[in-house]
């Protein structure tokens, strides 16, 4: 191996724990406030120095110039402590996500926030605390589209409407071509307050013919 490998692999290395420690800084940082949120918070032309300073930051790191990722590495973690300080002293307050969270039946944990800001804040601070469960974070614009894309919607609303206070237990998506037992009925997969959660719909016999 050549020197000029060595020293170029060493700069390499250099320049690349340089944007480490500023992406470690933009990570918290987003964790506190939320993705994309604090630049935000502040007046036009702080923000606008901040933006100028993050393009001299990637140009520099574009070039690989090691000198210059090192100049404008340090003045991007002053802009973000900047960005900080003055959104706090604005009276801003730091994004704080409120969760809900279910088993589903599958076993998976569902998180529901009430924000996409709030998704992504919760999705970092499950990386960064190492949180390893089976988790799918869910926001309510999102669950309000599934919602209104499900074709057994109306079911729902229908049943509701008869039984006041009915809650989906189970969904059982039956394949076409399915044997049905007529005389029996079907069960209707929601709970109320009133008897059995799982009540039958049987058919009279006039009617199964």
Request: hydrophobic share 40%; net charge negative; glycine share 6%.
């Amino acid at each position: 191996m050549s020197w000029a490998t060595t020293d170029r692999s060493g700069i390499t290395m250099a320049i690349q724990g340089l944007v480490q420690s500023v992406d470690l800084l933009t990570d918290s940082l987003e964790r506190k406030w939320g993705v994309g949120r604090l630049r935000l918070l502040v007046d036009d032309a702080l923000r606008e120095r901040f933006d100028r300073q993050w393009r001299k930051w990637q140009a520099a790191y574009a070039a690989q110039d090691l000198d210059a990722v090192r100049a404008h590495s340090e003045a991007m973690r002053r802009a973000w402590d900047a960005l900080d300080q003055a959104a706090t002293a604005a009276g801003h307050t730091p994004t704080a996500p409120e969760v809900w969270e279910t088993r589903m039946p599958d076993g998976t944990v569902l998180a529901i926030v009430r924000s996409p800001a709030e998704q992504h804040v919760l999705a970092r601070a499950a990386r960064h605390e190492g949180d390893s469960r089976a988790r799918e974070v869910w926001s309510l614009d999102e669950i309000g589209r599934v919602i209104c894309a499900w074709e057994g919607r109306n079911w729902v609303d229908a049943i509701r409407a008869e039984f006041p206070g009915a809650t989906v237990e189970a969904l059982r998506l039956t394949p076409r071509g399915a044997e049905f037992d007529w005389l029996r009925g079907d069960e209707i997969p929601f709970g109320h307050n009133h008897g059995d959660t799982h009540a039958h719909t049987p058919l009279s016999r006039s009617a199964a013919r």
